[in-house]
């Protein structure tokens, strides 16, 4: 069973995707022994959240998918980088970091 270390909200970059840079909060939490969660536009608040279809977790590795309006279900791989900071890639093509946001 996971550790909660990935429980909590993350902000998340995505560096040179098709649309530009983009920055989203990753809002995880655990629910009957499982990762779950949403994503949020950092920019906009008024943005429907993006609910997570799966979480994986697998070691110092964490994979999310959801589904968008141009590609259909996508991925994001992440991987341990310190206790507040992941990195990993979106479709295994687009650099992902992830740095934990502290209350």
């Known amino acids: 069973m996971a550790d ?3 429980v909590g909200k993350w902000t998340v970059n995505l560096m040179g995707i098709p649309s530009g840079d983009a920055k989203l909060v990753m809002d ?21 959240k993006i609910p997570l279809n799966k979480v994986e977790e697998n070691g110092d590795k964490l994979t999310i998918y959801f589904d968008t309006s141009q590609a259909g279900e996508v991925s994001i791989e992440l991987g341990k980088v310190d206790e507040d ?17 502290k209350n």
């Open 85 to 101: 900071h992941l990195k990993g890639q979106l479709m295994n093509m687009f650099e992902v970091t992830a740095t934990r946001i």
């Open 28 to 48: 995880l939490a655990q629910k009957d022994g499982k990762l779950t969660g949403e994503l949020a536009d950092a920019s906009d608040a008024n943005k429907p």
């Open 4 to 6: 909660d270390f990935y």
